[in-house]
């Protein structure tokens, strides 16, 4: 069986911020230096009124100066690992008029530029590259998948730790999942001083979420079959 790694297949940059981006329930808008917090609306999402495009010079002509806005956006792990902020991203551009969150009508937002920021890395992002990417179809539920794994079936993470190549050390105290995307889950070891994060890839990606169960069933399937045991299931 192939060993499953940290560098295994993950979501590009792009990817993650199109998924962050789909599934926010609140942002902070930052203009003219006051930050406001704006929540879940109708159902469409805190973007779901705004609609980016990109700058072009006659988009100037003939109009009045345009307002500066930051749109930013934090992705909180929904189990309780340790350190449970997994990025942040920053979208920058130019508006029109003035944001109103009540508004019915769509916000044209003259995009700048999105800056996505984990503790590994932080990426620019264009918009061509967000147009070209899909959101992941596991982001608006990742966080009920994954909660349900831990308090309705939490003796799956261990079963899943068998398929850790190298095995965990011994001195991990605990282990969680914290992300669920479509090429497959990620598990947090955690330890004394610290944690390592490690990502358990499906066979092939999800394309629709009616493909995560099985896919999810085929890596429990392996782990069984696995001979490798873990201290943890003792």
């Known amino acids: 069986m192939r060993p499953f790694s940290p560098r295994a297949a993950r979501p590009t940059p792009a990817e993650r911020v199109r998924s962050i981006l789909a599934a926010a329930h609140s942002m902070t808008v930052v203009t003219d230096g006051v930050h406001q917090e704006v929540h879940l609306l109708d159902g469409t999402g805190p973007m779901g009124h705004i609609h980016l495009h990109d700058p072009s010079e006659e988009s100037h002509a003939g109009q009045a100066a345009r307002i500066p806005v930051r749109l930013e956006f934090t992705d909180i792990a ?39 920021e984990d503790a590994e890395d932080r990426t620019y992002i264009t918009l061509d590259e967000l147009h070209a990417t ?85 890596l429990l399937a392996a782990a069984r079959r696995s001979s490798h045991p873990n201290r943890l299931l003792t």
Request: a negative charge; glycine letters at 6%.
């Open 134 to 218: 899909d959101v992941d179809p596991m982001a608006a539920c990742e966080a009920s998948m994954l909660t349900h794994l831990v308090d309705g079936h939490g003796e799956l993470v261990p079963l899943l730790l068998r398929l850790v190549r190298p095995r965990p050390d011994r001195d991990m105290v605990r282990a969680l999942p914290v992300a669920l995307d479509r090429y497959g889950i990620t598990l947090r070891l955690e330890h004394p001083a610290g944690h390592q994060d490690v990502r358990l890839p499906f066979p092939t990606p999800v394309t629709d979420i009616d493909q995560a169960g099985p896919r999810i069933h085929a």
């Open 78 to 116: 929904p189990t309780s690992v340790r350190e449970r902020l997994r990025a942040r991203v920053t979208l920058t551009g130019l508006l029109a008029a003035p944001y109103e969150p009540e508004a019915s009508v769509g916000i044209c937002m003259e995009f700048g530029q999105a800056l996505l």
